[in-house]
């Protein structure tokens, strides 16, 4: 696979074509399982952690342990530790375009400038609140724009926004139905 | 709505019950929408902030803004500056269904000590590798496990969680499909 060695955008993207190449041949080591464990502290004050994970075919860890603080705003009468669990979701599916948009340009030989994205979720909280069964609990609907100066033409910049959608596992998530067991230990 | 004041799990029940009847009768201050705006760093790497969002009609904002980090691991021949996107998904379920257990127990007047959770989702990567056409991109299955010590029998801490993600949005958002459409500016 031609890769362009002109441009930088901070993807080795040699490395991930090899892996794709080995892990195609050894598809074992591609099951991978990805983990948060969570603390209520109070209210609607919750942390989670993330550090561990499965893959490669053994138990992996990210360098540091990452946290995320989760919270209500105050006019839900909450005390607004952290953001709210619907915004850190938006959170990870920016993230997830956004490194896809970065390796796909790599791959094509386009130096990205600046990305930013701007994301926004539609809610009716009568949901959430139980006030109207028919209303839906999450999202009605989700938009994203992404801004890209990047030296290719538009045509260029909008296939690669729509191939990081194509692989984007977040965006899979969200857009369709993934199965979810929630138990009590 | 009956609830009981003896426990104090540190949710306003009564201001939530109050919103409900106030926005059942004024629908228009429940339509949210809930925003998160990212930018590029380097790489995989990217940082989300979020603080404002619109509900009850007009522009509201978060005490202070909440920035997340996210990026690959260096087995993906990243730098590891952050949890990965999905990860960071599972913290938004993760802290939904806590947020959501913490507020059914105190309208149920059960008195929480302490609940954690720990999550896995499961993902093939030759979907996001781009090797297998079959393989989905986003996880296969979520696997959710509640610890919860509280005042209250089995049975109703399992009818406790149950209710939490009978009305969750994230989980809604993850488990249903959710419209989700990306553009260039």
Same mark, same amino acid.
């Given at each position: 696979m031609a890769t362009n060695k002109s441009v930088d955008n901070g993807v080795n993207v040699q490395a991930l074509t090899d892996a794709r190449d080995a892990l195609s041949k050894a598809p074992a080591g591609a099951q991978f399982k990805w983990r948060a464990a969570c603390q209520w502290i109070?209210?609607?004050? %919750?942390?989670? =952690?993330?550090?561990?994970f499965y893959g490669l075919g053994g138990e992996q860890s990210h360098k540091t342990e990452f /946290?995320?603080?989760?919270?209500h705003p105050e006019l839900f009468a909450s005390e607004d530790h952290g953001a709210t669990p619907v915004e850190i979701v938006l959170s990870g599916l920016a %993230?997830?375009? =956004?490194?896809g948009i970065a390796s796909v340009a790599q791959l094509r030989g386009i130096q990205l400038r600046?990305? /930013?994205?701007?994301?926004?979720?539609?809610?009716?909280?009568?949901?959430?609140?139980?006030?109207d069964p028919d209303v839906r609990n999450g999202f009605n609907n989700i938009k994203v724009v992404f801004d890209i100066d990047a030296d290719a033409k538009p045509d260029?910049?909008?296939?690669?926004?729509?191939?990081?959608?194509?692989?984007?596992?977040?965006?899979?998530?969200?857009?369709?139905?993934t199965n979810i067991t929630v138990e009590v230990a």
């Amino acid at each position: 696979m031609a890769t362009n060695k002109s441009v930088d955008n901070g993807v080795n993207v040699q490395a991930l074509t090899d892996a794709r190449d080995a892990l195609s041949k050894a598809p074992a080591g591609a099951q991978f399982k990805w983990r948060a464990a969570c603390q209520w502290i109070n209210g609607t004050h %919750s942390r989670s =952690t993330v550090e561990g994970f499965y893959g490669l075919g053994g138990e992996q860890s990210h360098k540091t342990e990452f /946290t995320f603080d989760a919270d209500h705003p105050e006019l839900f009468a909450s005390e607004d530790h952290g953001a709210t669990p619907v915004e850190i979701v938006l959170s990870g599916l920016a %993230s997830c375009l =956004t490194a896809g948009i970065a390796s796909v340009a790599q791959l094509r030989g386009i130096q990205l400038r600046s990305v /930013t994205a701007k994301l926004e979720g539609d809610m009716d909280i009568l949901g959430i609140l139980g006030a109207d069964p028919d209303v839906r609990n999450g999202f009605n609907n989700i938009k994203v724009v992404f801004d890209i100066d990047a030296d290719a033409k538009p045509d260029d910049i909008k296939a690669l926004v729509a191939q990081s959608q194509k692989r984007s596992a977040v965006y899979d998530i969200i857009a369709n139905p993934t199965n979810i067991t929630v138990e009590v230990a």
